[in-house]
């Protein structure tokens, strides 16, 4: 069973910096796109950023826009997240999701992994 792992989360102050990293157990992911998605307690999963397979295409929701960029490593099935100029509202709960094509909707992935929290103090 194919798996991603998400790392990096933590409770970091208004302003700050975090980089979440998504390990995948398969090269398979190298040929899938990737995306990450958050959901705060009380609100829908909502898209994050995305990346192409080989890493030409790069989106970035409005929301995150400047402040965040998503980046991967095929050689290494890993994809990242850096995090600046962090806000209150940027707490959530993090996944990464893959699957063949890339979409802005969740229901569009297969694979995702369990998650990881991040929080923005004020």
């Known amino acids: 069973q194919a798996v991603l792992v998400e790392s990096g989360g933590g409770t970091v102050q208004a302003g700050g910096s975090l980089r979440l990293s998504c390990a995948a157990s398969?090269?398979?992911?190298?040929?899938?796109?990737m995306s990450w998605f958050r959901q705060a307690p009380g609100k829908e999963r909502e898209f994050v950023a995305a990346i192409s397979w080989n890493g030409v295409g790069i989106y970035h929701a409005d929301s995150v826009k400047g402040r965040f960029a998503i980046s991967r490593d095929n050689a290494k099935n890993a994809m990242s997240l850096q995090m600046n100029s962090l806000k209150p509202e940027d707490t959530a709960v993090y996944y990464c999701a893959a699957d063949r094509l890339m979409s802005k909707m969740p229901q569009r992935y297969a694979y995702w992994g369990q998650g990881t929290q991040v929080t923005v103090s004020s």
């Open positions: 398969e090269r398979t992911f190298s040929t899938y796109a």
